[in-house]
């Protein structure tokens, strides 16, 4: 069972940055795609980004687009996701996922981490 757990959440004014990490429990992930979703009160989860197991595609969605950077550490059996300029509007649970598949295509996330608060203030 792959356990993924996230961190780097907080508060930051409008501007600021964070790091978010997702830490998984297995070596097994260095083959699944890896996502980024976010959730607010009423609304669906957003895929936000995405990396694909080679870690030579990329996936970001239009409203967060040239703010954010997804990587991963095989090494460390990590994912990030650093977010720059940040905006109230960006203030969410923050939740990363592991597709098994492993390609940006497929968005098979299977396995979920128990989510970051990001609260961005104006």
């Known amino acids: 069972q792959v356990q993924l757990v996230e961190s780097g959440g907080g508060l930051v004014q409008a501007g600021g940055s964070l790091r978010l990490s997702c830490a998984a429990s297995?070596?097994?992930?260095?083959?699944?795609?890896m996502g980024w979703f976010r959730q607010t009160p009423g609304k669906e989860r957003e895929l936000v980004a995405a990396i694909d197991w080679s870690a030579r595609s990329t996936y970001y969605a239009d409203s967060i687009k040239g703010r954010v950077t997804v990587s991963r550490d095989y090494a460390k059996n990590t994912v990030y996701l650093q977010m720059n300029t940040l905006k109230p509007e960006d203030t969410a649970v923050y939740y990363c996922?592991?597709?098994?598949?492993?390609?940006?295509?497929?968005?098979?996330?299977?396995?979920w981490g128990q989510g970051t608060q990001v609260t961005v203030a104006s």
């Open positions: 996922a592991g597709d098994p598949l492993g390609t940006l295509a497929s968005r098979q996330f299977r396995y």
């Open positions: 297995t070596r097994t992930v260095a083959t699944y795609a």
